[in-house]
């Protein structure tokens, strides 16, 4: 019998490669390339090819194609409903991935004792915690159902078989690192394993129309463990980010074919197991000191929800040669692009200033409407002066020092009212073909000069 072809494939991003090399040329991370068979030199039987739910291929006009639509399933989680664009889809394969002890087990674990009250079959796959463990921590989040079913396993050949068998209308699979394709020889939790069985889990999902959940690892960079190919062969990406010093944690959608990108969930982890919070804005500004120096809010949209949050700046003379620049939850670039703007159209001198600025609450904003906040956060703490407490600002700053337009003004505005702001800072082309709320003071503004002689006065 011939000996079997090997290679070797990167387990962080899935290079191939003829040979061993100590230092991958795709990716540069080193000792990730492990030697695995060769998959395309193993006969297979031929077969006609099908499709994902079993039929035979054949070429269909799209006209004559049923696209009967399919109710979407609400769970009681409505923070998580949003993120997956109104509720689950049947058949549809969700990804989420996460820190360790983030709360992904626990979101699950809730989820599943939830759709198995309203009447749903939902079977927990676990390869990572025994039936035992599993009922301790559910008896601790009070989950409990007559169609709940924990199966702890890892071999999909058991796995398929049992789900042929009770044909349940949800799966969890808690993790999909764990679990082993018999037909695949490399080991668990390579490349090759997570690839099969996530193109089992896939034909599972669609095959027998079944929603299937899988939890994902992530790496030390944050992203999830495996190839890109893991995260293309889903239909849905969720990341549940949080700090575990903190009890909030944020549910943010990555990719979503049946809804929007970028959506954001909020969750208070507690005793009990996670609370969904309903107002999120609240939560970022209710620790904000009225006449504190370098504070100003910015109404960020993530997805299709408007949030308040809170950007704090500290501009401090520099000790050293040269000026540190540092962010927490910001992107370094932007801030450093904006103080040399401030620099150039504003007349800062902030060269021989350090700047350490944050947005409060744990959560990340990176969308160009942000800009004009960060501005007045930074001129506020350089001049000593504080914002009123009732402004809020929205805008992109160009490297002209104009203020661009941004997206969806009507929401920002209508959330900064909701929440009691008086006066709120937009671009002034965003006034056109609008009639702005009478509860609010909406000032139109043209430049950052304008802008820090408006609210600084």
Known sequence: ???????????????????????????????????????????????????????????????EIDTQKTPRVKTQLNELNRVLGGGIVPGSLVLIGGDPGIGKSTLLLQVSGQLSQEGHSVLYVSGEESANQIKIRAQRLDVS????????????????????????????????????????????????QIRAVTAQLMQIAKGKNITVFVVGHVTKGGVLAGPKILEHMVDTVLYFEGDLHHTYRILRSVKNRFGSTNELGIFEMNGTGLKEVANPSEIFLE?????????????SLEGTRPIL?????????????????????????????????????????????DAYLKAAGGVKLDEPAIDLAIAVAIASSYRDKGTKPTDAFVGEVGLTGEIRRVNRIEQRV?????????????????????TPPQNIEVVGVTTIS????????
Request: net charge positive; charged share 20%; aromatic share 6%.
């Open 1 to 63: 019998m011939a000996k079997a072809k090997t290679h070797f494939v990167c387990q962080n991003c899935g290079y191939i490669s003829p040979r061993f090399l100590g230092r991958c040329p795709n990716c540069g991370q080193w000792n990730t390339l492990v030697e695995e068979v060769d998959q395309s030199t193993i006969k297979q039987p031929k077969t006609t090819t099908t499709t994902l739910t079993g039929i035979v291929a054949k070429p269909q006009r799209i006209n």
């Open 145 to 192: 159902g007559d169609d709940f079913y924990i199966y702890p396993e890892t071999n999909m050949d058991s796995i398929r078989a049992t789900i042929d068998e009770m044909n349940p209308e949800y799966v969890v699979i808690d993790s999909v690192q764990t679990m082993q394709a018999t037909d695949v020889t490399s080991a668990i939790g390579s490349v090759a």
């Open 287 to 299: 620790e904000r000191l009225k006449d504190a120096t370098g504070s100003a809010v910015v109404v």
């Open 309 to 353: 949050v809170e950007i704090q700046a500290l501009i401090t003379p520099s000790v050293f040669g040269n000026a540190q620049r540092t962010a927490t939850g910001l992107s370094r670039n932007r801030v450093s692009l904006i103080m040399a703007v401030l620099e150039k159209r504003a007349n800062l001198l902030l060269q021989n200033q």
């Open 414 to 434: 209508a959330e900064a009212a909701k929440l009691g702001f008086k006066r709120i800072f937009i671009p002034k082309n965003n006034l056109q073909n609008w």
């Open 450 to 457: 304008q802008t820090l002689q408006l609210a600084l006065a």
